[in-house]
T-cell receptor, first 114, second 114 residues
Framework: AQSVTQLDSHVSVSEGTPVLLRCNYSSSYSPSLFWYVQHPNKGLQLLLKYTSAATLVKGINGFEAEFKKSETSFHLTKPSAHMSDAAEYFCVVSVSNAGNMLTFGGGTRLMVKP | DGGITQSPKYLFRKEGQNVTLSCEQNLNHDAMYWYRQDPGQGLRLIYYSQIVNDFQKGDIAEGYSVSREKKESFPLTVTSAQKNPTAFYLC?????????????FGPGTRLTVL
């Protein structure tokens, strides 16, 4: 079975400063990993995905994540936060032997201060 | 304009009533999913369907039912047997071309039991 742990339920940054949202995963097989973003009362939008190609993955809106197998981590970063980045972020794992079902982390709420 | 639509956006139900949430997609995706989201938590899978006229229970199927008579549509019925139905419900779809593991989400329906 696979699992995902998002290490921070809330992260607060100032506009213009770097963002780091931490995610650790557990999987017996090679995983696919995703970050989704959810704005209040909206559906989820895919930010980026890792599917065993390059370990540094670039996504939309300046976000990127690095797959580190030795650390079982897939942290999300952005060099400079914008007010519009304030939202809930979900780290998600999927493995082919589990029917490609998605397992979600508990989410990290990012707050951006002016 | 391809995508997933969910209706209604907000739904209020009296205790003891069944209600049906609509989910339609025009992405020509084979697989569709229903998730439940509670405050401060990740998404939990209720039901999924990979082909028409076939569906499987997810992690929290008790008190819910679905049908898949058409490829485009996957309605979810919340029955009176669901003990705590107040939540945000999200529908998603995926395609075998991405190995099913990249899911596209609708905007959600917020259900409140009065």
């Amino acid at each position: 079975a696979q699992s995902v742990t998002q290490l921070d339920s809330h992260v607060s940054v100032s506009e213009g400063t770097p963002v780091l949202l931490r995610c650790n995963y557990s999987s017996s097989y090679s995983p696919s990993l995703f970050w989704y973003v959810q704005h209040p009362n909206k559906g989820l939008q895919l930010l980026l995905k890792y599917t065993s190609a390059a370990t540094l993955v670039k996504g939309i809106n300046g976000f990127e994540a690095e797959f580190k197998k030795s650390e079982t981590s897939f942290h999300l970063t952005k060099p400079s936060a914008h007010m519009s980045d304030a939202a809930e972020y979900f780290c998600v794992v999927s493995v082919s032997n589990a029917g490609n079902m998605l397992t979600f982390g508990g989410g990290t709420r990012l707050m951006v201060k002016p | 304009d391809g995508g997933i639509t969910q209706s209604p956006k907000y739904l209020f139900r009296k205790e003891g009533q069944n209600v049906t949430l609509s989910c339609e997609q025009n992405l020509n995706h084979d697989a569709m999913y229903w998730y439940r989201q509670d405050p401060g938590q990740g998404l939990r899978l209720i039901y999924y369907s990979q082909i028409v006229n076939d569906f499987q229970k997810g992690d929290i199927a008790e008190g819910y039912s679905v049908s898949r008579e058409k490829k485009e549509s996957f309605p979810l019925t919340v029955t009176s047997a669901q003990k705590n139905p107040t939540a945000f419900y999200l529908c998603a779809s995926s395609s075998p071309w991405t190995g099913y593991n990249e899911q596209f989400f609708g905007p959600g329906t917020r259900l409140t039991v009065l």
